[in-house]
């Protein structure tokens, strides 16, 4: 069975820190994830990928995050938190499914930034 | 951005009463999809579309209904509208099945009294 788990459903960084959001997953497939991002009422927006390819990927505005198969994790990182990170992030992982290609939603992380 | 749009925004109804949302886009992508999002669910779908006239079930269908006669209009339709179905929903959709990425609208807010 596929599953996401996000382990924290919020996070508290002060600004200039670093961001760590982390995410457990458990998939019969070799397969693909994403991390997405929700900024207060705004709809989502892709923030990076991991298809196979290299395991540490970088998305948009300075967060990365690396797929370690060996546990099961793609934490998604930033060095240094900005006021405008702040915001709802969700860990999905993505596998086909006859017709359709089936995602799977962690419940998401808050992330606060404090001045 | 990509050209997704939800429509109406917000809407207040009673309960009972019959809601369509619709979603239009202009990126002639194949793949189209109805999710809720509430608090501790995170992100639930409802329906999606794979093709003009062809769609199917998500995790949360019963009392949602949708159509899809061309390429840009997605409309989900609650035929008769409960106090359950508060919620936001998003519209998203996806050119490609190979990658899983989506992109959405910004979501429709919709209230049952």
């Known amino acids: 069975a596929q599953s996401v788990t996000q382990l924290d459903s919020h996070v508290s960084v002060s600004e200039g820190t670093p961001v760590l959001l982390r995410c457990n997953y458990s998939?019969?497939?070799?397969?693909?994830l994403f991390w997405y991002v929700q900024h207060p009422n705004k709809g989502l927006q892709l923030l990076l990928k991991?298809?196979?390819?290299a395991t540490l990927v970088k998305g948009i505005n300075g967060f990365e995050a690396e797929f370690k198969k060996s546990e099961t994790s793609f934490h998604l990182t930033k060095p240094s938190a900005h006021m405008s990170d702040a915001a709802e992030y969700f860990c999905?992982?993505?596998?086909?499914?006859?017709?359709?290609?089936?995602?799977?939603w962690g419940l998401g992380t808050s992330l606060a930034v404090n001045p | 951005d990509a050209g997704i749009t939800q429509s109406p925004r917000h809407k207040v109804t009673e309960t009972g009463t019959p809601v369509t949302l619709r979603c239009h886009q202009t990126?002639?992508?194949?793949?189209m999809y109805w999710y809720r999002q509430d608090p501790g669910h995170g992100l639930r779908l409802i329906h999606y579309?794979?093709?003009?006239?062809?769609?199917d079930k998500g995790e949360v269908s019963d009392g949602y209904s949708v159509s899809r006669s061309k390429t840009e209009d997605f409309l989900l339709t609650l035929e008769s509208a409960t106090s359950s179905q508060t919620s936001v929903y998003f519209c998203?959709?996806?050119?490609?099945?190979?990658?899983?990425?989506?992109?959405f609208g910004e979501g429709s807010r919709l209230t049952v009294l």
């Open positions: 990126e002639n992508h194949r793949y």
């Open positions: 999905v992982v993505s596998y086909n499914a006859g017709n359709n290609r089936k995602l799977i």
């Open positions: 998203a959709i996806a050119g490609t099945l190979n990658t899983g990425e989506l992109f």
């Open positions: 991991y298809t196979s390819a």
């Open positions: 998939s019969s497939y070799s397969p693909s």
């Open positions: 579309s794979y093709g003009v006239k062809d769609t």
